[in-house]
């Protein structure tokens, strides 16, 4: 029987080795045509002049320098982190909690998590103009708009966001909150230990993978917020700084890019695609950061 089990295993080895390019390839070819080739070639063009692709002149790094002077750019770099990071804390305790009180085993739990998961279900730009009416209709109590005041265009994409990815959050959560081992809570709460020790010493420990994937999603959807960002706001209130520089203070950076995109000068483009490469190093830097740190808080069960 032995020699039969080695015979198979190399056989398997033989076929593996036979047929993985054919299934494999696809997948590398899609890949590069879809990623990695556009992206060199967008390397490529943050370092030129051009209207069209096919006429980009090379200027060298003059689009990165004018990138990083852009006060509008700058102003929506620091907003976009200062939002990415307030979203990321409410969205995940809220979705945490949420979880929590589904797990206990209420009454019409599993309607409870359609409908918190069911705003997820809705685009981003019919939400943004959703709420756009909601909070006009209740700021005009006080004869203003989101539009007129950016402390209420910050909280109104505050508001949207949580509503839409909570459910979202909290169903990552419940399938870790699951896993738990039943034993684990067992002996805690026969050695006494109160809620809140049984919390943080057992469940959130256990719950480090859902919490290393709610984290990512949270701060990448964060920092690559557009079409949410376009329909609530669209980037008002402006202000126009004294060298004559317009600063849109709701504005986050994947719209900043949209909109220096479609400026009217003639270097306009080239000077989005170097926004557009710093985005991409940002986002990827932070999400892998972010990635390696929580999984080393993870539990090894």
């Not at 079409?227 to 950076?253: H, S, V, Y």
Request: one cysteine or more; glycine letters at 8%.
């Amino acid at each position: 029987m032995k020699p039969k089990k080695i015979s198979n295993s190399n056989s398997i080895q033989r076929a593996t080795r036979l047929w993985s390019p054919l299934f494999l390839g696809p997948v590398v070819a899609a890949f590069v045509i879809g990623f990695v080739w556009p992206f060199l070639q967008g390397i490529w063009l943050s370092m030129c002049q051009f209207k069209t692709v096919s006429n980009a002149q090379f200027i060298g790094l003059s689009n990165y320098v004018k990138a990083f002077q852009d006060e509008s750019f700058l102003h929506a770099f620091w907003y976009t982190a200062l939002f990415a990071i307030v979203s990321l804390i409410f969205i995940n305790v809220l979705a945490f909690t949420v979880a929590c009180v589904l797990t206990q085993g209420i009454k019409g739990s599993n309607l409870y998590r359609t409908v918190f998961f069911m705003p997820n279900l809705i685009g981003g730009i019919v939400l943004g103009y959703i709420w756009s009416m909601i909070f006009d209709g209740i700021l005009s109590r006080w004869s203003t708009s989101i539009l007129m005041d950016s402390k209420f265009g910050f909280w109104g994409l505050i508001i949207l966001m949580c509503w839409q990815q909570v459910g979202y959050m909290m169903i990552i959560y419940i399938a870790g909150l699951q896993n738990v081992p039943g034993e684990m809570l067992e002996a805690a709460r026969i050695d006494g230990a109160t809620r809140w020790q049984t919390l943080f010493k057992i469940t959130i420990p256990n719950v480090m993978p859902s919490i290393t994937i709610c984290v990512f999603l949270s701060l990448t959807n964060g920092f690559k917020l557009f079409d949410q960002n376009l329909a609530l706001t669209a980037g008002q209130p402006f202000i126009i700084q004294p060298g004559g520089t317009t600063i849109k203070t709701t504005e986050m950076l994947a719209l900043n890019i949209f909109n220096t995109f479609n400026g009217t000068g003639a270097a306009s483009q080239g000077i989005a695609q170097a926004k557009a490469v710093v985005f991409f190093v940002l986002v990827a830097g932070l999400g892998l950061a972010q990635l390696a740190y929580t999984r080393n808080k993870e539990v090894q069960q």
